[in-house]
């Protein structure tokens, strides 16, 4: 039976790569001459964004979004924290979302059943599998959800015949 699995990754490497170039294009900038400001990348996958003032910040994560862009990563899958400040400095955490989460799987899975498209879907961990008697069923499940959004981007593997 054919099948194919829904999943939402990003590629960590082209992540890191564009933090790299981020804070390389931050440190010959103009506007961020004599301030502090830089992105760290963290082991969860989480971008630690700091500056001396909530507008640095902003504007770092212009930076960030553009870099991200250019490696074809994605920017539905950046969450933005809320912006923590002191006397000194600025910091905001930035999110790196990966997987599908239980709730956004059900109602992924229950939108699917109720396309009246003959096929199964079912939750396996963070992905969400469908299978079908047809190929052109599995063709029409994925166009169906290019056109739903998510807030996530989706990525269609696994498609086996």
Known sequence: ????????????QEVRNAVDQANREISARFDFKN???SFELQAAGDILARGEEPFH??????VLRQKLS???VDIQCMESG????NLKSARQTITIRQGIGADLAKKMVKEIKGSKIKVQAQIQGEQV???????DDLQQVIAFL????YG???QFTNFRD
Do not use: H, I, N, W
């Open 152 to 154: 996530l981007p989706l």
């Open 82 to 85: 809320p912006v923590e400040t």
């Open 57 to 62: 910040l902003k504007q770092m994560l212009e």
């Open 70 to 72: 250019k490696r074809k």
């Open 35 to 37: 301030v502090d400001a």
């Open 129 to 135: 599998r469908v299978t079908g008697k047809k190929r």
């Open 1 to 12: 039976m054919p099948s194919f699995d829904v999943v939402s990754e990003v590629d960590l």
């Open 146 to 149: 290019r056109e739903a959004d």
